[in-house]
């Protein structure tokens, strides 16, 4: 993977870890989707397979899904949990999102969530989205907005900028790539989509304290890259200048932390 992401298939098993944080997403993702009986639906970059698997719960046999993600290691977990649950109507797939492997107009519906702006070339995704969309099917896409509405990876791209090597920085740029006013816009009209609404959406990370917080940063290895460069003397450093950032959004209630997003949603 490229552009400093984490190594989303060695950090698989632990990305769950964020999957509640990031729920309010999924819910607008399929509220905007609008599934139907009768719809086969592709979700786009799965991960480990939310928010497709709580429409496959919700939904049952009623509608078939698939799932498809460019990291091996992600669409095992994501199939793990299909095999557990013994799900006959979701699948999950080795796919690059630039390459997908379906017939045009294969879907009802497309989603993707915080997918396209990791892409290496999300112009070609979305294009590949486009295609494999059924004329008047519905699709819904979440990326990521501007560093400023983003405090976490600012936070680390702060604190990790100049203790590491250049190249090894948190992926900040390339996460918000497409939140600024205008690039996702031009970028589904090129991909041949007209018909969409695209609105910013402020949603909260909560967590009790600034330890729970940090305990799901360590946890997952979502900094692992920076922490493998980081001079050994440095490591409490980066937590306790963190905890400094994050103090301002502390209160009675615990850490709550404002994050927006981009909700792309309409029909082809
Ligand atoms: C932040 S995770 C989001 C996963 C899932 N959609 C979710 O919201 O829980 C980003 C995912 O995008 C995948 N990804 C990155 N580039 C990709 C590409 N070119 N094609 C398909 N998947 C890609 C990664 O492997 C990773 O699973």
Redesign the pocket.
């Known amino acids: 993977?490229n552009n400093n992401?984490?190594d989303?298939?060695h950090i698989?098993e632990k990305?769950d870890l964020?999957?509640p944080h990031?729920a309010p997403?999924?819910e607008a993702l399929l509220n905007a989707l609008n599934a139907q009986s009768g719809d086969t639906i592709l979700?786009?970059?799965?991960?480990?397979?939310?928010?497709a698997l709580s429409l496959a719960r919700r939904m049952g046999n009623t509608i078939r899904i698939i799932?498809?993600?460019?990291?091996e290691g992600?669409v095992n977990v994501a199939q793990k949990k299909v095999l557990n649950e013994k799900l006959s109507h979701i699948q999950f797939q080795h796919?690059?999102?630039?390459a997908l492997n379906f017939p045009d107009a294969a879907f009802d519906k497309i989603m993707?969530?915080?997918?396209v702006m990791?892409?290496?070339?999300s112009l070609q995704?979305l294009k590949q989205m486009q295609r494999v969309l059924k004329p008047g099917g519905r699709f819904a896409i979440?990326v990521w907005s501007t560093p400023e509405t983003m405090p976490t990876l600012r936070w680390a791209y702060q604190v990790f900028q100049n203790r590491i090597p250049t190249d090894k920085y948190p992926p900040l740029h390339k996460v918000t790539s497409l939140g600024s006013p205008g690039i996702l816009d031009n970028m589904l009209q090129q991909a041949g989509f007209s018909r969409y609404t695209l609105r910013p959406i402020t949603f909260n990370y909560h967590f009790p304290s600034f330890d729970d917080y940090w305990n799901v940063v360590e946890q997952s290895d979502i900094l692992k890259m920076q922490y493998d460069v980081l001079p050994e003397h440095q490591r409490n450093i980066i937590r306790s200048e963190i905890a400094s950032l994050a103090h301002a959004f502390t209160g009675k209630n615990g850490l709550i932390i404002p994050h927006e997003f981009l909700l792309a949603e309409g029909t082809k």
């Open positions: 993977m992401q984490p989303w298939g698989a990305f964020w999957l990031i997403v999924g979700d786009v970059a799965s991960g480990t397979g939310e928010p799932g498809t993600d460019a990291a992600m796919m690059a999102a630039e993707c969530r915080f997918g990791l892409f290496e070339d995704g979440a």
